[in-house]
């Protein structure tokens, strides 16, 4: 079982549908969650952290479930700037993992 | 700009060169990570230090590879007889921690080995 596994992509969504990303991660003993969004040619970029009670951020809500070792991203009113590759990672010991990403298309 | 910096932001060598790339951190954080990334892949994590100490190093790290952080601040990364294979895209992060452990990627350094 890989490290952390992320939903096959691309996903292809028409603009301001909801659009929900999934990632498991193998280390019961991981310590912090994240979620990157990756631009084309470009370096990861910090969207979220994921904390154990769930979080949000305007359009953004990310989930976390210890049990199932499990995280979760949900876009709502995706817009067409949301088209990106997203990047589940996962902190433990002195390491981060990040997952192989889903690439989103928001289409017009 | 007060963000992680890398040099070169792109190097083509031939096979067989020795290569060296630099991170510069943000300034007072503590951790850094080394990541290599090639086309549909996620970063694959390289090496972790903490202030000037390697605490983890990952298996993908062959011997022809070595970083070092040696006054804690910046970072080097050196790849000798670099292969074909090496091509990919090389992103340093840093993060301070131990409670804010997100971790910040430069724009990274493209090697192209030909």
């Known amino acids: 079982r890989k490290e952390v596994e992320q939903d096959p992509g691309p996903f292809n969504v028409p603009e301001g549908a909801t659009v929900a990303f999934n990632c498991t991660y193998s280390n019961s003993a991981s310590q912090s969650f994240f979620w990157y969004r990756q631009d084309c040619r470009k370096e990861p970029k910090l969207l979220m952290s994921v904390y154990s009670s769930g979080n949000e951020d305007g359009r953004f809500t990310a989930q976390l479930n210890r049990a199932s070792q499990y995280i979760s991203l949900l876009i709502r009113d995706s817009k067409l700037s949301d088209s990106a590759t997203y990047l589940c990672?996962?902190?433990?010991?002195?390491?981060?993992?990040f997952g192989k990403g889903t690439r989103l298309h928001i289409l017009p | 700009d007060t963000g992680v910096s890398q040099d070169p932001r792109h190097k083509i060598t031939k096979r067989g060169q020795n290569v060296t790339f630099r991170c510069d951190p943000i300034s007072e954080h503590n951790r850094l990570y080394w990541y290599r990334q090639t086309l549909g892949q996620g970063p694959e994590f390289l090496t972790y230090f903490q202030n000037e100490a390697q605490l983890e190093k990952s298996r993908l790290l062959s011997d022809r590879f070595s970083a070092e952080r040696p006054k804690g601040s910046f970072s080097t990364l050196e790849i000798q007889r670099t292969e074909q294979g090496d091509s990919a895209m090389y992103l340093c992060a840093s993060g301070s921690g131990p409670t804010n452990t997100e971790a910040f990627f430069g724009q990274g350094t493209r090697l192209t080995v030909v």
């Open positions: 990672a996962v902190r433990w010991d002195d390491k981060i993992i």
